[in-house]
């Protein structure tokens, strides 16, 4: 009953948020606003990148505070290449993707030896390597970054125009939502997830648990590459800031927020921790404190999300059964 | 020649007993509790602030230095027992969060309060000089801290070897639960730790402040650097936190200063140039990337058994 599935809390606002999203290009036309585009665009990369970090922290269990790391990649593949004057959207792409493929190999191959906390610091390590790599490389910016003058351009397609990234965002988002719902339940997926219960009894099934997350790994890094060369594009900008580790810190929170390894949390949590952030900019200087804050308590109060959250609002089919406190501490 | 490696030598072990001073109190909430405390740093942070102010309107150096302390050691134990003592039992998901949290919040409170502009304090007279050690003339204060972190290293030797407190710390680190399991209240053991690793923080923002320019998120980039150390070191080992603070310090200080010039003998200037200060300053993590690929368990890890 495809319907009524439909209707469930998940499923309708993820699909609301999607329509409200997809609404904005027309709002901000008739309001006159296309301010609204690039403050709206800038959720949509950050809610491509949440999804990408998703796979590795939400579907694998792998806690990664380095994939600012991957859009810094993503952002200097459009920087270096338009310093040397050249426009071509295949090639940026091309340049980003390879870095990410490459360093998330390499990155991935020595971190995925370790779990645990050995994971969070040598992830840490790496995109601190990479901050300070493009700090120190003053030919294209250094601490200063540079500017982004030949925008990506694909054919007539030029994602430096607000309202041309704003779709090609959209589209991407769509899509990777998409392909996120499916692989979420599909063999590799299941490995992912099923591994991040117990990787013990995955590779007792003879699954090789270090070449799947590996794997899950570098596609993260590559769709996170894919965000940095959306962001470069709407920023115009290249800056080693990109890559500082409270981005890293931030996409975290965005997949927590929202419910990690569920499909639409993500998403929900991009939109909603940049909509908190624009919000208490625009009420005080002194928003950061007021978002660790926030940041503070959601950890302490607990799990699941928002996706959680609304999963809860779901109506029980069967006869009333007691509501049971869960994990509440005495 | 030979004076300037001395020289950077002496610079490279100030850094490195500071860095000790921020690793020493981490690592053992990490061996002990296994939690990650990513608002360490922070409190390095508020020592700095603290004892800047407290040094600009008193003038009294050694009342500057108590007071970060004091406030450090207070503020830490409030924090493990409002927050952190509830995060013990969740997975490091949620440490990292909430600590994470907490760092944005501390770093915009202290602009609240001290603006954003770096906050400046001086060296107080009496370490203002220079003294003479083998053939050089060094800063005073520079080698007053590493005196100071010297000792706080033979202090936490004495504490951790020859006290009953450091016969359970130690236990602790091993296996916790068992400890927990003999009658030890390890939630109050741990709270201690905390607060004294807090104190040592402030300690080292404190003694660093006239040196450094005091300012909001100056906790964050020595934070990631104190990781690094505990990570290299051995998680849970301060003796471990010790060797590795001095070789970070020490691979750290010399490397900006002549990696760049050995890049000069073998590629072009320009290249030398560009590349030195990169490397270098990447150097400490590829040790970091280098010894949990191959060592998980750090270089030298707490003794078990």
Redesign the interface.
């Known amino acids: 009953m495809p319907i009524s599935r439909l209707l469930q809390p998940v499923p309708l606002v993820g699909g609301l948020v999607f329509l409200g999203l997809a609404l904005v290009p027309v709002i901000a036309g008739l309001l006159g606003e296309p301010y609204y585009l690039s403050l709206v665009g800038r959720f949509l990369v950050y809610a491509i990148a949440a999804s990408a970090l998703n796979l590795i922290l939400g579907y694998g269990g792998l806690v990664s505070l380095g994939h600012a790391l991957f859009m810094g990649l993503g952002v200097y593949g459009v920087a270096i290449a338009s310093h040397y004057g050249l426009d071509s959207g295949l090639l940026h792409l091309a340049l980003g993707l390879a870095a990410c493929a490459l360093i998330g190999l390499l990155t991935g191959a020595v971190s995925l030896r370790t779990t645990g906390i050995g994971f969070i610091m040598i992830t840490l390590a790496f995109s601190q390597m990479g901050y300070y790599l493009f700090v120190s490389l003053r030919a294209y910016g250094g601490d200063d970054g540079m500017p982004i003058v030949y925008t990506s351009r694909f054919g007539g397609l030029d994602l430096g125009n607000p309202a041309s990234l704003y779709w090609v965002a959209f589209v991407l988002l769509v899509a990777l939502t998409c392909w996120s719902a499916r692989l979420r339940t599909s063999p590799f997926g299941m490995v992912l997830r099923g591994a991040a219960r117990n990787a013990q009894r995955v590779e007792a099934l003879g699954l090789p648990v270090f070449r799947y997350r590996l794997v899950g790994y570098v596609l993260s890094a590559m769709i996170c590459g894919v965000a940095g060369l959306l962001l470069a594009n709407l920023s115009a900008y290249a800056s080693p800031s990109t890559l500082v580790w409270n981005v890293s810190g931030e996409l975290i929170v965005m997949v927590v927020l929202g419910g990690m390894g569920t499909v639409f949390g993500p998403v929900l949590g991009a939109v909603l921790f940049l909509s908190l952030e624009e919000l208490l900019k625009a009420y005080t200087d002194h928003w950061m404190a007021g978002l660790g804050l926030a940041i503070t308590l959601m950890a302490l109060l607990g799990h699941g999300g928002l996706v959680g959250l609304l999963s809860r609002l779901r109506p029980r089919p069967a006869a009333p059964v007691p509501v049971q406190m869960e994990g509440g501490q005495p | 020649m030979t004076n300037l490696v001395i020289a950077q030598l002496l610079n490279g072990l100030q850094y490195g007993v500071l860095l000790f001073l921020l690793a020493a109190g981490l690592t053992l909430v ?1 061996g002990i509790m ?1 939690f ?1 405390n990513l608002a360490h740093g922070a409190l390095y942070m508020v020592g700095a602030y603290l004892a800047a102010t407290v040094y600009n309107h008193t003038g009294h150096f050694l009342l500057a230095l108590l007071a970060a302390v004091a406030g450090c050691v207070v503020l830490g134990a409030a924090l493990e027992r409002l ?1 952190i003592a ?2 013990y039992r969740r997975d ?3 440490h ?14 202290a ?2 309060i001290w603006g954003s502009q770096p906050y400046f304090t001086s060296v107080p007279e009496s370490l203002s000089g220079t003294v003479d050690i083998l053939g050089i003339s060094y800063p005073a204060y520079r080698f007053a801290i590493i005196l100071i972190g010297l000792a706080v290293a033979v202090a936490s030797y004495w504490l951790i070897h020859r006290t009953r407190l450091g016969m359970l710390i130690r236990a602790g680190s091993v296996n916790p639960a068992m400890v927990s399991a003999l009658g030890v209240n390890i939630g109050l053991l741990n709270a201690l730790l905390f607060a004294l690793g807090a104190g040592l923080a402030g300690l080292a923002g404190a003694v660093v402040g006239p040196i450094v320019s005091v300012q909001s998120g100056m906790g ?1 980039s020595v934070l ?1 650097t104190t ?2 150390v505990i ?1 290299i070191g051995g ?1 849970g080992s301060v003796r471990g936190a010790f060797y590795a603070a001095l070789i970070v310090g020490v691979a750290d200080t010399l490397g900006r200063i002549f990696l760049p010039l050995l890049l000069r003998e073998v590629l072009s200037r320009q290249v030398a140039d ?1 590349a030195g ?2 490397l270098a ?2 150097f400490v ?2 040790l ?2 280098v010894v ?2 191959f060592r ?1 368990q750090g270089l030298f890890p707490a003794k078990v058994g």
Request: glycine share 2%; aromatic share 10%; net charge negative.
């Open positions: 990490f296994n990650i927050t509830r995060l490091h998901l949620d990292v969060l909430a600590t994470f949290g907490m760092v944005l919040l501390f770093n915009e409170v602009r609240m964050d990631i990781l690094v990570v998680i560009a200060p990169a300053s990447m993590y590829l970091m990337a949990l690929a998980p």
